[in-house]
């Protein structure tokens, strides 16, 4: 199965209907062995594409991975990035924020993290938080000490959406490509995942009761996904609804759009001079010496 990332991505001003969004597809491979060596093929080229990005040294690239919990988004991004050089790349992962990061606007935290040219940068969770859990459990919203907010926290959203889209058109306009991904899981599959990971005791580390709390809330996380993605997916900014209930489906997808993310992008090693040329022959003969 060739993998068509357009089939994934949200077009810019579109009503999302998440029903209407599978969360799973057709297996693009038809064994294990073969999903591995697809995956270690777009590894590959993501290595070699890394390292071309930071010699260019002209765009950085944003990847913002949202999900609900246990979508596999640590799993994806550690199979994906798993060939990249750690130099060239940065992830960072957002919790709940801090006492000072109250004291600032709700894009302080992250754009402090934004890559510089030439790196790739993950967000695992980001500023879009900000319009998923803050929408459905208010009183987020009402500990952040705004200066004024409007009953229900009508227009907040709208705002914050516009926001969010005026940085991402400024990141893009100084080069740096932002790529968004919603790991669509399904309640029932998020069921499942959290069974395995009671019954087996090494995952159990991964399990609170706080994913069974917020569970409870499936609804209101879907409208305020349906909402956000509808809002923010920019032809500068795409969102894409990347199916996650078969993992290796999942990462094949995201890999092949951090791939032609990649590969859009006007990259070059840089040109050596004909003096440089000359200085590099004339070192190379007093090696060869």
């Not at 089939?7 to 009503?15: C, I, L, Y």
């Not at 040294?57 to 988004?73: T, W």
């Not at 940065?90 to 006492?99: D, W």
């Not at 080069?175 to 899981?185: D, E, S």
Request: with cysteine.
């Amino acid at each position: 199965m060739k993998i068509d990332v357009n089939d994934f991505r949200v077009r810019e001003s579109k009503d999302v209907k998440l029903h209407e969004w599978p969360t799973s597809v057709a297996p693009i491979c038809k064994s294990k062995r073969q999903y591995q060596k697809l995956l270690q093929e777009h590894v590959a080229k993501l290595s070699s594409l890394q390292q071309l990005l930071y010699a260019s040294d002209r765009y950085a690239l944003l990847l913002i991975f949202q999900a609900m919990d246990a979508a596999g988004k640590d799993g994806a991004i550690k199979h994906v990035m798993s060939g990249v050089n750690p130099q060239g790349c940065q992830v960072f992962s957002f919790k709940h924020p801090s006492a000072t990061e109250l004291q600032h606007d709700f894009l302080w935290r992250t754009t402090r993290e934004l890559p510089e040219r030439g790196r790739i940068g993950i967000f695992n969770r980001s500023y879009y938080e900000e319009v998923l859990i803050a929408r459905v459990h208010p009183e987020i919203l009402r500990g952040e000490g705004l200066a004024a907010i409007p009953p229900h926290g009508r227009h907040v959203w709208r705002d914050r959406y516009q926001s969010i889209v005026g940085l991402e058109r400024h990141l893009t306009r100084n080069g740096t490509r932002v790529v968004k991904i919603f790991l669509h899981l399904s309640k029932d599959e998020q069921r499942r995942r959290f069974l395995d990971r009671i019954d087996k005791a090494e995952k159990n580390w991964k399990f609170s009761q706080a994913d069974i709390e917020e569970r409870r809330f499936w609804k209101d996380y879907m409208k305020a996904y349906e909402n956000c993605l509808g809002h923010t997916s920019t032809d500068d900014a795409p969102w894409y609804v990347v199916p996650a209930d078969d993992k290796q489906n999942a990462r094949l997808i995201v890999s092949r759009i951090v791939l032609d993310t990649l590969e859009a992008l006007d990259l070059a090693y840089p040109a050596t001079s004909e003096e440089r040329r000359a200085e590099l022959l004339s070192i190379r003969e007093k090696l060869l010496e």
